[in-house]
C-alpha cells in the first residue's frame, strides 16, 4: 500500500492512538517520521520512540500522558501538503498557539523547530504544527 502523504498518516495514527489512550502506536519507519519523532521527544510531546525490524522498519512511538490521563498533545496539524507546499523565509517562521506550540520546519541543515530555525536565521519548508 502506498500512501500519498506519509507524514500526514503519522500525524493521524498518532492524533488518534493519544485519543484512544493507548499507550504507543507503530507506523512504517522512514528517517523524516524518526526526525519529527525526535522534535516531538525534545520538545516534551512524547515520551519515546524506536525503531524496530531489519528489511520492514517500523516506527514505534510511545505517547505521553499528564498525571489526569490526558494526552499532552492537545492538536497536530499538517501544513506543508504533496499538493501545496508552504514556504516560509527567516522572517516569516511561525509562531504556533502564541508561542505555547512547536512548528517543524525543514531546513537546509535539517529538521528543526521554528524557534531553532529563527536563532539559527534559516527558512524552510514548514512541515506541521503541534500543540
Known sequence: MSLSD?????????????????PETVMPHSKEK???CQLLKDNGYIADYSVAGETKKELKVVLKYDRDGRFVIEGLRRISKPSCRTYVG???????????????????????????AKQANIGGEVICYVW
Open 90 to 116: 527567516r522572517a516569516d517562521i511561525p509562531r504556533v498557539q502564541g508561542g505555547f506550540g512547536v512548528a517543524v520546519i525543514s531546513t537546509s541543515r535539517g529538521l528543526m523547530t521554528g524557534r531553532a
Open 6 to 22: 506519509p507524514i500526514a498518516d503519522m500525524l493521524t495514527r498518532i492524533r488518534n492512538a493519544g485519543k484512544a489512550g493507548r
Open 34 to 36: 524518526a526526525a519529527i
